[in-house]
C-alpha cells in the first residue's frame, strides 16, 4: 500500500498558464519521461514535463508486461537494467517516499528450450552473459527444471533461470518518479532547488530556436515555453515529436497485446516468469492469474496510436492448445484451463517503440538544445533509471557522448527481435 503518494504539481487544461521559462522541457510523461524528470530534477534542475492525456504513465506504460530482468544478450543493455536495480529493491529510501510499493517479487525468470537448436543457443548465450559478469544464471536440464517446477511440459529439454529477476508495477514505478521528481529539493541525494512540474492534457506543437537554430524551448496548445534544453521522451511518438524539429528519428511502432487473466487458480502465484524459446510466448504470475503473452515478430511497424486496438486471435493462439504458440506447448495445465471453458479474460495493447538495432537512443542529436531518451524497443521500464541517469549527465556536461553506446548515429545493425 502506497503510504505517501506525494502530491505531483500539474497544471491540467484548466489550471492557468504554462512557465514561461524552466531549465529543461520533457516531452512525454511514461515511464522515460518520468524517470528523466526525477533524475533531473535531483540534479537541481527546474523540469516542465508535457504530457498530452489527462495522466501520466496511461498509454504506453500502462500496457507494460511489468518486469525486469538482467538475462540480456549485450552487454551494455545488461549495464542499464544493472543500474537501475538498487534503485526499484529501495525505492521508498532512495526516492524519499516513505512507504511507496512498486510490488517488486523477484521469482525469476525461466527460458525453456523444446528443441536442442534452441538448446544449444541457450548455452552460448549463458556463456556470453558469464563474459558480461552475469554468473548467476543456471543452466538445467529439463529433468532438473521439472523437479523444481513441476508443471513444465517433458517437452522442455534445457531451462535458463535467475533467480534475482522478477516483476514491478511500471505504473506505480512512473508515478513514483513523478512524485519523488516534484519534490526532489526536499529529498536524499538532491542538490539545488530542482523540482518538476507535470502539465496534463499539453500537445506540443513545435520548437523555438534562436538565431544560430539551436532548440531554445517548445510552442504548445497552450502557448510557448523557453529552456535551454529539452529531452523528447515520448514512447512511440517520439519520431513524430523530432519531425517537428525537422530530426529523422528513426522509430517503428509496433503494437504488442497483452492478455489479462485475473483470478486464475492453476497459476502459481510464486512461479517465474516463463518463457518458450522456440515461440516467444510467455507468461507471468500477475492479479491472482497471469499475464500472458508473445511477441510476434510478423506484426508489422505502424504509426503512432493514442488508441491500440486489440485483436481477439492473439489471445486464442495463446490459449487454445490447438494454436502452435500455445502456452499448453509449456505447461500441460493450460489444456487443462482450456478444456474447462476460457476464463474471464480481456486484453490491454501498447506499442514498442522499434529502432533499427531495438537498443534506445540516449543523448543530444546534432541540433543542440535537443535531446532523446527514447527508442527501448520493449524495454524502457526495466532500463528507465539507467537511460534517464545518462540522458541527464550527457545533458548537464557529466559524461562524453562519444562513450555513451546508446548515443544518436552510433553505426547500427539490424538485430532479431527478442522475444521479450
Not at 549485450?74 to 537501475?84: F, P, R
Not at 523444481?148 to 514505478?173: C, H, K, M, T
Not at 537512443?361 to 527514447?374: A, C, K, S
Amino acid at each position: 500500500m502506497i503510504v505517501d503518494n506525494g502530491a505531483i504539481p500539474t497544471f491540467d487544461r484548466n489550471n492557468g498558464a504554462l512557465p514561461a521559462r524552466v531549465d529543461l522541457v520533457v516531452i512525454g510523461a511514461g515511464v522515460a519521461g518520468t524517470a528523466t524528470a526525477f533524475f533531473a530534477a535531483r540534479a537541481g534542475l527546474k523540469v516542465l514535463v508535457i504530457e498530452r492525456r489527462s495522466s501520466i504513465a496511461s498509454l504506453t506504460t500502462a500496457a507494460a508486461t511489468g518486469a525486469f530482468r538482467l538475462q540480456h544478450d549485450n552487454a551494455d543493455e545488461l549495464a542499464l537494467v544493472q543500474e537501475g536495480l538498487p534503485l526499484y529493491l529501495n525505492f521508498a529510501e532512495e526516492s524519499g517516499l516513505a512507504g511507496w510499493n512498486l510490488g517488486i517479487r523477484q521469482q525469476g525468470y525461466l527460458f525453456c528450450s523444446r528443441t536442442e537448436a534452441s538448446a544449444a543457443k541457450g548455452r552460448e548465450l549463458v556463456t556470453l552473459q558469464r563474459t558480461f559478469g552475469l554468473t548467476d544464471v543456471e543452466l538445467l536440464s529439463g529433468d532438473e527444471a521439472r523437479a523444481r517446477w513441476s508443471y513444465l511440459s517433458p517437452e522442455i529439454l534445457q531451462v535458463r533461470f535467475r533467480a534475482g529477476d522478477g516483476f514491478i508495477d511500471q505504473v506505480a514505478l512512473a508515478n513514483g518518479y513523478a512524485a519523488a521528481s516534484s519534490r526532489a529539493a526536499h529529498i536524499n541525494g538532491a542538490s539545488g532547488s530542482g523540482h518538476a512540474t507535470y502539465a496534463l492534457e499539453t500537445t506540443v506543437t513545435g520548437f523555438e530556436r534562436d538565431a544560430n537554430g539551436a532548440v531554445t524551448g517548445v510552442t504548445t496548445n497552450r502557448g510557448a515555453v523557453r529552456a535551454p534544453q529539452t529531452v523528447i521522451a515520448a514512447g512511440p511518438w517520439s519520431g513524430v515529436v523530432a519531425k517537428l524539429a525537422a530530426l529523422d528519428l528513426p522509430i517503428a511502432p509496433t503494437i504488442r497485446q497483452k492478455l489479462v487473466i485475473p483470478h486464475l487458480p492453476a497459476i502459481d502465484q510464486t512461479s517465474p516468469m516463463t518463457i518458450d524459446d522456440e515461440t516467444g510466448s510467455h507468461w507471468r504470475p500477475a492479479l491472482a492469474g497471469a499475464y500472458a503473452l508473445r511477441t510476434d515478430p510478423t506484426t508489422p511497424a505502424g504509426e503512432p496510436l493514442l488508441d491500440v486496438p486489440t485483436d481477439e486471435a492473439m489471445a486464442h493462439a495463446l490459449l487454445d492448445p490447438a494454436s502452435p504458440t500455445s502456452l499448453a506447448l509449456l505447461a500441460p495445465f493450460w489444456r487443462d484451463v482450456w478444456r474447462e471453458g476460457p476464463p474471464t479474460w480481456h486484453l490491454m495493447a501498447g506499442q514498442y517503440e522499434y529502432t533499427p538495432d531495438h537498443r534506445p537512443f540516449i543523448g543530444p542529436t546534432d541540433q543542440p538544445g535537443l535531446f532523446v531518451n527514447t527508442g527501448y524497443s520493449g524495454h524502457g521500464v526495466m532500463c528507465s533509471a539507467g537511460g534517464a541517469r545518462r540522458t541527464v549527465d550527457l545533458l548537464m556536461g557529466r559524461a562524453a557522448v562519444v562513450d555513451e553506446p546508446f548515443r544518436v548515429g552510433r553505426p547500427m545493425l539490424s538485430r532479431a527481435r527478442d522475444v521479450l
